[in-house]
C-alpha cells in the first residue's frame, strides 16, 4: 500500500517556493496577520478552487472536517472563517501575483507549442479582456453602471503556449484601448486584437517599437490603395494591398502604410478583412494568426467555468484580486501537472479528477492512469455478492 504523499500535497509541491518566499518578504506579509500564514492562506485558496467550494464558510467547514489530513496537506494554522476572510483582504494580492508570474515566465520555455506556430521565431500575443459582473450592494467600489458592479480582467495569452503572461484586475468602465498604454512592446513580437482595440494612434505606438500588430478593419474605415500585391489562389485570400489612411484624424494618427488583406474562410464563406503592419509574412498567415487569436476566449470560457472567480471570499478590492490570482495559480499548476506527468486528460478531466481524488495518498500518474494501488486481480471468493440469491 502506498504510504506517501496526497494529491493535493503532490499538487502544491510544484508551486515555486523560492518565489513565494521572495514575494512574502518584498511586501512584508508577515506582519499583518498573526496566527496564519501565507502558505496556509494560498493552500486553503488552492482547496477551494479545486474542490470547487463557492464560498469561505463552506471552504472553511470542509477544512475542518479533514481533521489530521488537514495537517498532512501543509496547513498549519487553525482556520476560522473571520481569519481568513482577513488574511484575504488585508495581505497584498501582490504577493500571489509575483507567484503566479513567477510560474509562467518558468512555463513558457518547457511547455509544448502549437504546431502551427512554431515556425515563428518571435513572440505572439493576444490581448483581450473578459468583464466579471458583481454585486453593486456588496463591491460598491466597482460601479460599472447605474445598477451594475462589475471588474476587467485585461489578460495578455501566449499563442504558441495557451498561458496568460500578464494579467491586470480593473474596473469594467475602463475601456480596452486604455489597457494598451500600459504596455512595453517587445520588438519583432505580434500583438493580435479584435477591433475593440483599433486605435490607430496607439497601434502606432506599436509599429514605431518595431513591434507588429494584426486585427480586423472597421466598416467605416477611409483609405486609397498605395500598391496591390500579388496573391497566390486557392488560400483564401481574395486581395493584400498595401493602403494609407484618408481620414480627418485617422492619417495624422497613423501616418505610415498599412496592409490591408481580404479573406475568405473556405470552410464557412465567411469574409474578413485584416489590417497589419507586417509587410513579410504571406496573406494566408495572417489570417491563421488572427484565427489562433480564438485561444485567448476559450482560456476566459474555460477559467469562468472551471474555477471560482464569479463568486468571491471578500468584498475589498485586494480580496477579489486575491482571489483571481489565485485562480491563476491553480490554472498553472494544473498545466503543470498534466505536462510533467505526460496526462493524457485535457485540463477540464485532470480538474475534476483532482477535485474528488485530492486527498487519496496514491501517486498521480496511477491517480490518472486509473489503476489504483490498492485494487488486486481476480474476484475475492470470500466476499459474498450483495445481489446473490
Known amino acids: 500500500m502506498y504510504q506517501g504523499q496526497s494529491v493535493f500535497t503532490q499538487l502544491t509541491d510544484l508551486l515555486p517556493r523560492r518565489a513565494f518566499l521572495n514575494a512574502i518578504d518584498r511586501y512584508d506579509a508577515r506582519k499583518r496577520v498573526r496566527g496564519f500564514s501565507c502558505a496556509d492562506q494560498l493552500l486553503c485558496m488552492v482547496f477551494a478552487q479545486v474542490t470547487g467550494r463557492s464560498s469561505l464558510r463552506e471552504t472553511v467547514l470542509c477544512l475542518n472536517a479533514l481533521g489530521a489530513s488537514r495537517y498532512h496537506c501543509g496547513i498549519r494554522g487553525r482556520i476560522a472563517r473571520s481569519t481568513l476572510a482577513d488574511v484575504n483582504e488585508r495581505r497584498d494580492h501582490r504577493i500571489f501575483m509575483d507567484t503566479a508570474m513567477a510560474m509562467i515566465h518558468a512555463d513558457l520555455l518547457t511547455l509544448p507549442q502549437d504546431p502551427d506556430l512554431q515556425q515563428f521565431t518571435s513572440r505572439l500575443y493576444a490581448i483581450d479582456s473578459t468583464t466579471i459582473d458583481l454585486c453593486l450592494r456588496l463591491f460598491p467600489w466597482a460601479l460599472f453602471r447605474r445598477r451594475k458592479a462589475g471588474i476587467k480582467a485585461h489578460t495578455i ?23 494598451l498604454d500600459q504596455l512595453v512592446y517587445q520588438p519583432g513580437a505580434f500583438y493580435i486584437v479584435d477591433k475593440g482595440y483599433i486605435d490607430f494612434e496607439r497601434l502606432h505606438r506599436v509599429h514605431a517599437a518595431s513591434a507588429f500588430f494584426v486585427t480586423r478593419r472597421k466598416k467605416r474605415m477611409k483609405f486609397c490603395v498605395v500598391e496591390r500585391l500579388p496573391v497566390a489562389p486557392g488560400t483564401g485570400v481574395v486581395s493584400d494591398r498595401l493602403i494609407r489612411l484618408r481620414g480627418v484624424k485617422s492619417r495624422t494618427a497613423y501616418p505610415d502604410l498599412l496592409r490591408l488583406i481580404r479573406y ?34 476559450l482560456f476566459f470560457k474555460w477559467v469562468k467555468q472551471h474555477l471560482h472567480i464569479k463568486a468571491f471570499f471578500g468584498t475589498s478590492p485586494n480580496a477579489v484580486k486575491s482571489q483571481v490570482w489565485i485562480a491563476v495559480i491553480v490554472f498553472m499548476l494544473t498545466v503543470r501537472l498534466k505536462h510533467r506527468h505526460h496526462l493524457r486528460q485535457d485540463l477540464n478531466q485532470v480538474l475534476q479528477i483532482l477535485s474528488v481524488t485530492i486527498l487519496q495518498k496514491e501517486p498521480v500518474f496511477q491517480v ?20 446473490e440469491m
Request: proline residues 4%; charged residues 25%; aromatic residues 12%.
Open 368 to 387: 490518472f492512469s486509473g489503476k489504483s494501488a490498492g485494487k488486486t486481480n481476480g474476484d475475492d471468493r470470500n466476499q459474498l455478492s450483495l445481489f
Open 157 to 179: 495569452l501566449d499563442l504558441k503556449t495557451g498561458i496568460p503572461v500578464f494579467l491586470r484586475v480593473s474596473n469594467a468602465n475602463m475601456h480596452d484601448i486604455w489597457f
Open 264 to 297: 475568405v474562410d473556405p470552410k464557412t464563406g465567411k469574409r474578413f478583412f485584416f489590417i497589419t503592419n507586417n509587410r513579410t509574412l504571406d496573406p494566408a498567415t495572417i489570417a491563421m494568426l488572427y484565427r489562433k487569436r480564438w485561444r485567448i476566449e
